[in-house]
């Protein structure tokens, strides 16, 4: 370590040894913060670098609250207690910026612009629709244009040393083998965001039927897009220092601050809390299947060390870190299962409509047999006990 310490000055490399003298006065843009993802890694940066100057997040104003207010209430969650109860000063460089990812450059006051050019250093983008049946003029607007925004905005930033972009691994679903570089696209990107944005505009209509044949392999657009602003992030690392970290199926916190955080029913998570409460008892999956989840907490301290290499490498192409398991750890399906049915009785849920129990079977016609007995007959009787007794149904 000594020697590729000593090798690393003599060559010029200015990057501290630890992350948190990295980011020891830096100031920080992040997107997408009021995201699950994007929450860990505020606490993250407040609680392991105390020296941080500022951190800017992005929001738009939502439900009557101003960005400052939706700032505390994104704040007053377990998830920051330590930080309260450790760091209550860190709190304070937190700084909300009014904008919006899915409106022209990010609905940015010129004002609030100058300021990040003049003050940011490392930028976080995290924003995303992550919804799979998103109209596809929405998805590019939000996936898409967006990055591109933010990267313009960046060309601004006079002390920029790291632009994270965090993508997804399913953004290639053409290749059979996932190696961690950016892979050729049908297309150019340009081109595609002059089409979607003029048809959206002028004619949705034509939009939606010519969807299908723009996304050509891609399965939906969330996909497609993420692959698209990717590609847009390699436009700009002849100027930018540029990387992309792309995770897999996120799921709650590990360890850090605690285990088992998570704000949201995404992913896997509805259809696990349904089983819980009682609600789902059969599934049509191969019980022997596994999907690559990794904690959230995980993928954080990706982005953080990401954001160091990039500051180390510079310009030049593109850094890209896949944050996934790739077959090291197979959890199956049954198991996830077998684990939930024991912790629901170690730990049951509130609420629960009947007690947890189910089958994960490959046959259809068992499956069916069991969703007509366990889901659809209940549902029809509890519909009706609800109307019989004057209340809404569910």
Known sequence: MA????????????????????????SVLLTGGSGFVGRVLLEKLLFY???????????????????QERLHKLLDVPLFDRVRAQRPEALGRLQAVEGDSAQPGLALA?????????????????????????????????????????????????KLKAFVHVSTTFCNVAQSEF?????????DWRSILALVEAQG?????????????????????????????EHIVDHYSDR??????????VVATACDPFPGWIDNFNGPMGLLVAAGKGVVHSIYNHPDNYIDYVPCDVVVKGIVMCSCEIARKGLGPPLVYNAAQ?????????????????????????????????VITSNYLF????????????????????????RKRM
Request: net charge negative.
């Open 3 to 26: 020697e590729e310490q000593a090798r690393s000055v003599a060559e010029g490399d200015v990057l501290p040894w630890t992350v948190a003298e990295f980011y020891r006065g830096q």
């Open 49 to 67: 670098c105390p020296d941080i100057d500022t951190v800017y997040v992005l929001l738009r104003p939502r439900k009557g609250l101003s960005v």
């Open 110 to 158: 010129e004002a609030d612009a100058r300021v990040l050019a003049e003050r940011v250093s490392v930028v976080f983008h995290l924003a995303a629709s992550v919804r799979f049946d998103d109209p596809l003029i929405t998805a590019v607007r939000t996936n898409a244009c967006a990055t591109r925004d933010l990267l313009e905005l960046a060309t601004r930033m006079t």
């Open 179 to 187: 190696e961690e570089k950016l892979f050729p696209m049908a297309g």
């Open 201 to 229: 505009q002028n004619d949705p209509v034509a939009l939606r039927a010519l969807t299908t044949k723009i996304l050509g392999p891609y399965c939906n657009t969330y996909t497609f897009t993420k692959n698209l602003a």
């Open 240 to 249: 930018l220092p540029v990387g992309i970290l792309r995770p897999s199926v």
């Open 326 to 358: 790739a077959g090291m750890h197979h959890i199956t399906q049954q198991r996830i299962m077998d684990l939930g049915i024991v912790g629901c009785a170690l730990l049951p849920f509130s609420d629960i409509l009947y007690y947890p129990c189910g």
């Open 367 to 390: 499956f069916f047999v069991l969703f007509f007995f366990f889901h659809l007959v209940p549902a029809v009787i509890g519909d009706a006990l609800l109307s019989a007794t004057g």
